[in-house]
């Protein structure tokens, strides 16, 4: 088992979460609230109303939980890899179809340990009361979410929107990978066995764009399932009737009105967490063999 592949991949994704956050917070509000007219009107009024701060609610949980996640996708990513190398035997090299399967899985699972971190971080970022305009928001912090949560809703409530998560992230994360391991392997000169750093910043940037403009639709549907009644009665019965009615009462554009700010963050933040996933894994590489 490829142990190195979990390691590097929860310290890209700490880093990838830092670096992208605030660009997620205002994508979050924008696909979740009528009162932004857009991106930049969203950003505006975030800073008047809330000043920088806004920005960065809900992001203590995720941080110390897309260690866990990512650590999942990319280990589970590159096992399943050796699994479908070691089914065809006799030294095969991996196919396309081989990184994208595993890319599918990958993003499928991920999901048990993701989702009740995702709905919380959503429900934060969509609180836009602070103390300085004198309202009170209804959720103090993470634990106070997760508590308040399972009090009113059950265990099961934090784990609304898994659904379209996991729709969400299988086909996006198989996109991901592929386009990585294409353009990489696309970018790497003949007979050099692994990408120089521009090819590995490129690479990133355009598989985390690649992946959004495939997870993005369910994107949305996600995020109205989780803040579904958490301010009063439910408007949705589930993911069917959610997607008919978004479609109903805003037409086909809502499922893409998030996309622009999605590739925007996507191209930063991945190059940041392909990069510190190559030095990781390369590094750990490097120790094994010295003590060999």
């Known amino acids: 088992m490829h142990f ?12 990838g979460v830092a670096v992208g956050y605030p660009l997620d917070t205002v994508k979050v509000r924008i696909q979740t609230q009528k009162q932004f007219a857009g991106i930049w009107h969203c950003i505006v009024t975030t800073i008047k109303k809330e000043g920088v701060h806004g920005f960065f609610k809900g992001m203590a949980l995720p941080i110390t939980t897309i260690s866990l996640t990512s650590s999942v996708v990319f280990g589970s990513y590159r096992n399943c890899l050796q699994c479908l190398a070691q089914m065809r ?28 971190g995702d709905l919380v971080k959503v429900r934060l970022q969509c609180q836009t009361e602070s103390k300085r305009s004198g309202l009170h928001p209804k959720y103090s912090g993470p634990v106070h ?10 265990v099961s409530g934090l784990y609304r929107g898994a659904v379209p998560l996991a729709l969400r992230d ?28 521009t090819a590995v910043l490129l690479s990133g940037g355009l598989a985390g ?7 993005t639709p369910m994107d949305v549907i996600k995020a109205r399932l989780q803040m579904d009644g958490a301010g009063g ?13 978004t479609l109903r009462s805003e037409g086909p554009g809502i499922f893409s009105r998030s996309l622009g700010i999605n590739c925007l963050r996507a191209f930063p933040v991945n190059m940041v967490v392909f ?11 490097s120790a094994s063999l010295d003590r060999l």
């Open 4 to 15: 190195a592949d979990f390691f590097a991949g929860s310290f890209g994704g700490a880093c």
């Open 89 to 116: 035997g006799n030294g095969a090299p991996k196919t396309k179809l081989d990184v994208f399967l595993s890319g599918l899985a990958a993003g499928v699972a991920q999901v048990s340990v993701m989702s009740p």
């Open 145 to 154: 979410c997760v508590l308040s949560v399972v009090r009113d809703e059950g």
């Open 170 to 197: 299988g086909p996006a994360f198989a996109t991901y990978f592929l386009t990585y391991s294409s353009l990489c392997s696309l970018l790497t000169p003949a007979g050099q066995r692994e990408p120089e750093w």
């Open 209 to 215: 764009t690649a992946g959004w403009s495939v997870g």
């Open 233 to 245: 009665a439910r408007r949705y019965r589930g993911l069917l009737h959610c997607a008919s009615e």
């Open 275 to 285: 990069a510190v996933y190559e030095v990781s894994v390369r590094g750990l590489s």
